[in-house]
């Protein structure tokens, strides 16, 4: 009978810091969990490999830097809102009532976003954002005026139509960012709930479209 052939050794599993499925997209979840979770960008791109359980090198086949990572998260974040804000436009409404509608997705949307929000106008990604970062921007900032320019109507001047929209999106953003902040009066005029919060909202968007209605 002929010998059996020696059994060839089991090839070692590799380390996690060699394969974690799509790690870009683990490495920007990881960050908004932490960013959502004290605020701080204090962070480093070792603590998130760390993490991860991958190389500390791993990150940077990804982004170059901390920077280019918050920039990432910037541009998830103004796709998002651009999407809401689309959407809301798309709605079988009258053009005031679709505005309505765009403010109470915006809060919306920085309700459930918190860690986007602060990144995307407070956390100051990088001094030149990518160009990805700069479109979705841009395209978040084109519904919302395409919005206004709805409301307004085709009459209204470019210099209304820039007023509705600047009225209408410093009011919805400032709400928010008070609610993020836990400001008292907008927690006490809300009853600190979210519903409280959107109703709250209904009423501040229904006076911007009376305004705009009454120019």
């Known amino acids: 009978m002929a010998a059996k052939k020696p059994k060839k050794p089991a090839k070692p599993e590799k380390k ?3 394969h974690h499925g799509d790690l870009r997209r683990s490495l920007l979840a990881e960050a908004v969990a932490m960013l959502e ?3 701080r960008v204090e962070f480093s791109l070792r ?3 760390r993490r991860l359980g991958v190389s500390h090198g791993a990150p940077s086949h ?3 830097d901390k920077a280019a990572l918050l920039d990432a998260i910037a541009e998830d974040g103004f796709r998002l809102l ?3 804000l689309e959407a809301a436009r798309a709605l079988p409404l009258s053009p005031n009532a679709r505005l309505e509608a765009s403010g109470a997705a915006y809060v919306k949307f920085a309700v459930h976003h918190p ?3 602060r990144t995307m106008f407070g956390k100051a990604p990088s001094d030149v954002p990518s160009d990805g970062c700069l479109n979705e921007s841009m395209r ?4 919302l005026l395409s919005l206004a320019q709805d409301a307004a109507g085709p009459g209204a001047s470019d210099k209304d139509v820039r007023a509705v929209t600047f009225m209408a999106w410093s009011s919805v953003h400032g709400l928010s960012l008070l609610w993020l902040d836990g400001d008292g009066p907008v927690r006490m005029t809300s009853g600190g709930t979210e519903d409280g919060l959107m109703a709250l909202v209904a ?3 229904a006076m911007i479209t009376r305004a705009v209605g009454a120019r």
């Open 16 to 18: 996690a810091g060699y």
């Open 62 to 64: 990804h982004f170059k």
């Open 115 to 117: 860690a986007h929000v």
């Open 140 to 143: 978040a900032f084109g519904a």
């Open 37 to 39: 979770a004290d605020g």
């Open 82 to 84: 651009a999407d809401a």
């Open 203 to 205: 009423d501040v968007s």
């Open 47 to 49: 603590d998130l490999a």
